[in-house]
């Protein structure tokens, strides 16, 4: 296994008695829970899964039990920490059978992913409010391959203002829609942008 600062968790559980023997108790710490609030019963880690992720979690690993081919399994979810706020994990496990074939443990990491979901829905959000932007700009906009010239994505307005449908909009260059007198001033400028990155 990597190191517990990478990892957060290593766990493994006795799939017969439900008991649970883990490490990392820096990042169990971290989120709020000491030794004794953290036990071994298996029930407690499945207790403090977000209920909106608990039944696809359990999916996960009933699939993974059944399927014995697949070498691990893993899902991202909201977990419950010491003071009753939840925060975002990746864990993975691998199941272990016995010599009839039996799933008797079953061993993996859990680490804190929060920064990193955090990061993602701050883009999300960002990406979003710029489409609006976008999207609803009076103005007409474009967005297009500075190599080909190509049409990436056109507003609204652009449509309206030119008088193609989108499809018609992404088939073209920008230089169609330039007038001729202007083509090889852009065309120097595209170049220059191109060299300059």
Do not use: C
């Amino acid at each position: 296994f990597p190191s517990h600062d990478t990892i957060g968790v290593v766990w493994d559980v006795n799939l017969v008695n439900r008991e649970v023997v883990r490490s990392g108790d820096t990042f169990l710490h971290t989120h709020g829970y000491d030794e004794l609030s953290f036990t071994s019963d298996f029930s407690f880690w499945a207790k403090r899964v977000h209920p909106e992720d608990i039944k696809e979690l359990e999916n996960v690993i009933k699939l993974h039990l059944e399927s014995k081919s697949i070498k691990f399994w893993e899902y991202e979810y909201r977990f419950q920490n010491g003071d009753g706020k939840y925060f975002y994990v990746h864990d993975r496990g691998s199941v272990i059978y016995d010599d009839n074939g039996a799933p008797v443990r079953m061993l993996g990491t859990m680490m804190d992913i929060t920064e990193r979901k955090e990061s993602q829905e701050k883009l999300r959000i960002s990406e979003y409010n710029y489409r609006q932007i976008f999207d609803n700009n009076p103005n007409p906009m474009w967005i297009y391959d500075l190599n080909t010239l190509k049409f990436i994505e056109v507003n609204q307005a652009a449509i309206i203002h030119y008088g193609y449908t989108r499809q018609e909009f992404l088939s073209k260059t920008v230089l169609d829609i330039r007038p001729e007198e202007g083509k090889e001033r852009f065309l120097k400028n595209v170049n220059a942008r191109i060299h300059k990155n």
